[in-house]
T-cell receptor, first 111, second 113 residues
Framework: TQLLEQSPQFLSIQEGENLTVYCNSS?????LQWYRQEPGEGPVLLVT?????EVKKLKRLTFQFGDARKDSSLHITAAQPGDTGLYLC???????????FGDGTTLTVKP | NAGVTQTPKFQVLKTGQSMTLQCAQD?????MSWYRQDPGMGLRLIHY???????DQGEVPNGYNVSRSTTEDFPLRLLSAAPSQTSVYFC????????????FGPGTRLLVL
């Protein structure tokens, strides 16, 4: 079974601070996805990373895939209250056609 | 495109009642799945389908049935509702099995009394 562990579970910061959340596994994934979920809504796909060592930027969000494709990180620069939400990482179990999700990091950015 | 739609948005059931949660997608995606989300437990896979006519069990399939007679629709049936099935249910779809990128519906909030 491929498991994904996310840390920290909860994060509360002030507007303007930087933060990093982590997604780790002992298994190799062909790709990893990051989603953001706002209260009362479904998760929304932010990015997919595919290549080991890959870095993708989405405005103030920077996503990195580990060289061994077992871990990923999400770094937010100058966080804003609109960044508040649940951040989930996920990876496909290619043999079974389904995906594994981490338990998520709940981020609160205070104005 | 409407994407992934789910009905109803909210539902209250009594223990022992049955119901069907509807899910439809208009993106011609092969892969569809159902998750439940409970506080502190993330998303848990109930059932999934890699194409019309094909379904398989996820992590927590007990008490739920699915069918996939068309590419577009993937209903989830609760056979005899129990309080432990109180949760938020999300349907998702992906262009191809194993691709990873999933598009989620808005969710159905279910309360079983």
């Amino acid at each position: 079974t491929q498991l994904l562990e996310q840390s920290p579970q909860f994060l509360s910061i002030q507007e303007g601070e930087n933060l990093t959340v982590y997604c780790n596994s002992s298994s190799v994934f062909s790709s990893l996805q990051w989603y953001r979920q706002e209260p009362g809504e479904g998760p929304v796909l932010l990015v997919t990373v595919v290549t080991g060592g890959e870095v993708k930027k989405l405005k103030r969000l920077t996503f990195q895939f580990g060289d061994a494709r077992k871990d990923s990180s999400l770094h937010i620069t100058a966080a804003q209250p609109g960044d508040t939400g649940l951040y989930l990482c996920a990876g496909p179990n290619t043999n079974a056609g389904k995906s594994t999700f981490g338990d998520g990091t709940t981020l609160t950015v205070k104005p | 495109n409407a994407g992934v739609t789910q009905t109803p948005k909210f539902q209250v059931l009594k223990t022992g009642q049955s119901m069907t949660l509807q899910c439809a997608q208009d993106m011609n995606h092969e892969y569809m799945s159902w998750y439940r989300q409970d506080p502190g437990m993330g998303l848990r896979l109930i059932h999934y389908s890699v194409g019309a006519g094909i379904t398989d069990q996820g992590e927590v399939p007990n008490g739920y049935n699915v069918s996939r007679s068309t590419t577009e629709d993937f209903p989830l049936r609760l056979l005899s509702a129990a309080p432990s099935q109180t949760s938020v249910y999300f349907c998702a779809s992906s262009p191809r099995p194993g691709q990873g990128n999933q598009y989620f519906g808005p969710g159905t909030r279910l309360l079983v009394l």
